[in-house]
């Protein structure tokens, strides 16, 4: 799923999901959610809940989130290309 993500960029939750049943089969709705939230958890993606597009949810944020497929999923590098996010510059001494 992280291959697929990266490889879109930008996708819902149900686009996802129908690579992902294209790509290896039907996988149950509760483990490709929790796969979901590992992804958040770990801060590899964002993801905009449906409805609501400027909140960003990753971290530790997304412990309690439960993901919809109307939600999108969005790589970091594309959160600060739409705008979404202010990437910081690391200065050095």
Avoid: C, W, Y
């Amino acid at each position: 799923m992280k291959e697929t993500v990266s490889h879109l960029a930008k996708a819902t939750v149900g686009d996802v999901a129908a690579k992902v049943t294209e790509a290896h089969g039907e996988v149950p709705k509760s483990v490709f959610n929790d796969a979901v939230v590992s992804l958040l958890q770990e801060s590899s993606f964002h993801t905009v809940p449906e409805g609501k597009s400027t909140q960003l949810i990753s971290g530790t944020k997304a412990a309690l989130h439960s993901p919809k497929d109307g939600d999108v999923l969005i790589t970091k590098a594309r959160a600060a290309e739409d705008g979404l996010v202010i990437r910081t510059r690391r200065h050095s001494a």
